[in-house]
């Protein structure tokens, strides 16, 4: 596996232990998202709580959605697909930021620990493929792509999520107890996934070799945690009875389209249409 990969992909070193490492950020991820279905029954998350991503509808957006992606992008790679390459990264940042809300979040259980695992392997994973793929050769290859555009709709979105986390928190100063419910959701935005996606549009937008290393990768994740927040809104809904709000499931239906919608722009055209 390790000679066809390196052979056929823009990497400088074996990505064998990349592979490893994800096959069990994989199983933790599924272990533990199965254990929080079957246990989120019997009261192991707060049924009061406004974190709609922390809940048995976040396990089972997990397992129907960042779990296959995650084992899709690895088979990808694994063929010689240059973009299964470039998602492989965000698939594993996705599960870094979703799992990081349960770390932060979720009660504390024997699922800490998993949580602890599968960020601390995810982090650790994607840093290791990041910094093992030949970041100008990628930019060799994709130099037909819209850059500039997207590096641009890629800080936009960012700006617009300071912009509502920031409206959010406003609300909140001076009111204790008002949404303090949302807190470690602001934590994980803030500190975590709204920074890579203003970092990686203005790299992009600058035309810098590591940016186009990231874009697809963040904007996979930006697609998809619009997608995972908004079923495991309707699949809380439904497996324990939490009040739907269909404007804000619909809102995050439109960020994930149009991200989505712009990895497909970001990937119509290449230089090199094998890979």
């Given at each position: 596996?390790?000679?066809?990969?390196?052979?056929?992909?823009?990497?400088?070193?074996?990505?064998?232990?990349?592979?490893?490492?994800?096959?069990?950020?994989?199983?933790?991820?599924?272990?533990?998202?199965?254990?929080?279905?079957?246990?989120?029954s019997h009261g192991l998350y707060d049924a009061d709580s406004p974190l709609v991503q922390v809940s048995r509808g976040g396990d089972a957006a997990n397992l129907i959605l960042g779990l296959p992606?995650?084992?899709?992008?690895?088979?990808?790679?694994?063929?010689?697909?240059?973009?299964?390459?470039?998602?492989?990264?965000?698939?594993?940042?996705?599960?870094?930021?979703?799992?990081?809300?349960?770390?932060?979040?979720?009660?504390?259980?024997?699922?800490?620990?998993?949580?602890?695992?599968?960020?601390?392997?995810?982090?650790?994973?994607?840093?290791?493929?990041?910094?093992?793929?030949?970041?100008?050769?990628?930019?060799?290859?994709?130099?037909?792509?819209?850059?500039?555009?997207?590096?641009?709709?890629?800080?936009?979105?960012?700006?617009?999520?300071?912009?509502?986390?920031?409206?959010?928190?406003?609300?909140?100063?001076?009111?204790?107890?008002?949404?303090?419910?949302?807190?470690?959701?602001?934590?994980?935005?803030?500190?975590?996934?709204?920074?890579?996606?203003?970092?990686?549009?203005?790299?992009?937008?600058?035309?810098?070799?590591?940016?186009?290393?990231?874009?697809?990768?963040?904007?996979?994740?930006?697609?998809?945690?619009?997608?995972?927040?908004?079923?495991?809104?309707?699949?809380?809904?439904?497996?324990?009875?939490?009040?739907?709000?269909?404007?804000?499931?619909?809102?995050?239906?439109?960020?994930?389209?149009?991200?989505?919608?712009?990895?497909?722009?970001?990937?119509?055209?290449?230089?090199?249409?094998?890979?």
């Amino acid at each position: 596996m390790a000679s066809t990969m390196s052979a056929a992909l823009p990497v400088r070193r074996d990505l064998t232990f990349a592979f490893i490492s994800s096959l069990s950020v994989a199983v933790t991820l599924a272990a533990a998202s199965i254990a929080g279905l079957v246990l989120g029954s019997h009261g192991l998350y707060d049924a009061d709580s406004p974190l709609v991503q922390v809940s048995r509808g976040g396990d089972a957006a997990n397992l129907i959605l960042g779990l296959p992606i995650l084992l899709g992008s690895m088979w990808l790679a694994k063929r010689g697909s240059l973009l299964g390459l470039l998602l492989w990264p965000g698939a594993l940042f996705y599960v870094l930021y979703a799992d990081a809300l349960y770390l932060v979040a979720a009660p504390i259980s024997w699922l800490f620990f998993a949580y602890v695992v599968t960020v601390t392997l995810s982090a650790w994973t994607l840093i290791a493929i990041v910094a093992g793929i030949d970041a100008e050769e990628v930019r060799r290859r994709l130099d037909l792509v819209p850059a500039r555009r997207v590096g641009i709709a890629l800080m936009l979105i960012a700006v617009l999520a300071y912009v509502g986390l920031t409206a959010a928190v406003g609300t909140s100063i001076g009111d204790p107890s008002s949404q303090t419910g949302m807190r470690p959701q602001w934590v994980v935005d803030y500190a975590l996934g709204t920074p890579v996606l203003l970092l990686g549009g203005a790299l992009l937008w600058r035309r810098t070799a590591v940016g186009y290393v990231a874009a697809s990768g963040l904007l996979l994740v930006s697609g998809l945690n619009g997608l995972a927040f908004a079923a495991s809104a309707v699949l809380d809904w439904q497996l324990s009875g939490r009040v739907l709000e269909p404007a804000v499931v619909v809102v995050h239906v439109v960020i994930a389209a149009v991200s989505l919608g712009l990895l497909a722009y970001f990937e119509r055209e290449r230089s090199d249409e094998r890979c």
